[in-house]
């Protein structure tokens, strides 16, 4: 019997995969997996966001298909749906089945309802945002608790993966383009912070990207709240600053009052949001995006120093 699905799908440049093809091509990949799933029956239809092929099976559940080369990703976001509860603080999709076909991993999840956050956010005013970013700040406290058992496919080598980022960064810096000044005083920077990740700091679980894109809200009595959270592909154990990098680089857009009300909903008390700890999200900031996308994201002109840079990205001591 021939293949379903190709061993090395084409990726557009959004980072999707198959971003082009037709839906009457996954109708046999449905009818496939229908013989051996509990798939719902009905109108089904592929959803225009993310980089797998997520497709919509009425109300009542999601089918993702993860191409073979993001296996490790489908094996990480499997365990970590089996990790955290789906009564916590906010809903998260129940693993229903996971099965392969032709080498792609299958997940098959509960739907959950609510809108996602990313078609609101622009729309939002300040405070609406900085109501939400406390949300998202209790959200991304509540995660580093959930308990995870020895040899869980979410650890891997932290240290050696921050390591390689650092090692790579002054050539990066040079090849996007970084202030000559900026390039200069990287590693005297780099060392001001300390080594990363932090000394003693407990390796936690990790959602990987907490931006609006994976966020759920629900709007009641002319507030919104977070209901859900989805996609835990990225999921991870590190150090808990990690998942505050993919809000503030995406969505906080350095406001000060939303990246404050973020601190606010952590639990992060005043007396630790310090320059300390400014230029250490700032630094890895730099690491995990690259100077090109921070500069695309932030007004950088004018920036000398990297502690310009930190507090113009993460404007965690304003007020504090």
């Known amino acids: 019997m021939p293949a379903l699905l190709p061993p090395d799908p084409p990726i557009s440049p959004t980072n999707r995969v198959m971003a082009d093809a037709p839906d009457a091509s996954w109708s046999p990949v449905l009818s496939a997996l229908r013989a051996r799933m509990d798939l719902p029956n009905g109108p089904w ?174 709007e009641e009595a002319g507030h919104w709240r977070i209901t859900g959270l989805l996609d835990f592909g990225d999921a991870s154990l590190g150090e808990f600053t990690h998942d505050w990098l993919s809000p503030g680089i995406h969505n906080f857009g350095g406001d000060a009052a939303v990246v404050s009300a973020f601190c606010d909903g952590y639990g992060l008390p005043t007396s630790q949001r310090t320059t300390a700890l400014q230029a250490h999200l700032m630094a890895q900031s730099l690491l995990y995006y690259g100077w090109r996308y921070l500069r695309h994201k932030f007004p950088l002109q004018g920036a000398t120093t990297w502690e310009e840079v930190a507090a113009i990205v993460w404007p965690i001591t304003v007020g504090a």
Request: glycine share 6%; proline share 10%; net charge negative.
């Open 45 to 218: 239809r592929r959803l225009p966001t993310g980089k797998n092929v997520v497709i919509e099976l009425g109300d009542e559940a999601i089918l993702k298909l993860i191409p073979p080369y993001w296996a490790e990703d489908a094996q990480r976001e499997a365990a970590a749906l089996q990790l955290v509860p789906p009564d916590g603080p906010v809903a998260t999709p129940t693993l229903l089945a996971l099965d392969m076909l032709d080498g792609w991993t299958v997940l098959l999840l509960r739907r959950l309802p609510g809108a996602i956050l990313s078609e609101q956010w622009p729309s939002l005013a300040g405070s609406q945002r900085a109501e939400l970013a406390a949300q998202l700040g209790a959200v991304a406290a509540w995660l580093p608790h959930v308990e995870v058992p020895l040899g869980s496919p979410l650890a891997y080598d932290w240290t050696a993966h921050i390591e390689a980022e650092a090692e790579a960064a002054p050539r990066q810096l040079a090849e996007d383009g970084a202030p000559d000044e900026l390039q200069d005083r990287w590693l005297e920077f780099l060392r001001s912070v300390g080594p990363l990740p932090s000394p003693g700091s407990p390796l936690v679980l990790l959602h990987g990207d907490l931006s609006v894109a994976n966020v759920l809200v629900r």
